[in-house]
């Protein structure tokens, strides 16, 4: 019999699953997290670019002043090859702009990410771990009384 109360005990917890109310809270969580993620990666590679345009504005300053006739050498795929300035500068302006255009897609993205990731907070009231004061949730939990406060934070979810 203890085998059966077992049983019917799991049958429930089975069937809650399978409600078509939304996502688990952990769903919630790892959607939220992974978004979080993809925006710090571009991010990440958006600073990366700009370092690279930083670069390239740097030895663009430099070559200008160089003759033009002179050698220099220029890492391609790994490969060091020698060219002239005059073969090497405009091609290292036209990456520039072309980093620089990627970088704006970007930074488009980001916001894009960031807004998406904000209407997700409102969709599933999630708060991040510091955010809100902890004076606020004591007056909230004071004013909706322990039990309201408690189901009403269940609904919300908290994300470190």
Known sequence: ???NSSSTVSKPSNSTGGKPSGPSAEQVVAA???MRSEQRSMASKAAELEMEINEHSLVIETLKDVDPTRKCFRLVGGVL???TVKEVLPALESN???IS???ESLNTQMQSKGREL???REKYNIRLVGEGEEGQGKSAASSNGGEGSASKGGAGVLVS
């Open 101 to 103: 255009k990627i970088v």
């Open 1 to 3: 019999m203890a085998a």
């Open 81 to 83: 090859v020698e060219r």
């Open 32 to 34: 939220f997290q992974r």
């Open 96 to 98: 520039k702009e072309q």
């Open 118 to 120: 904000t209407e997700y």
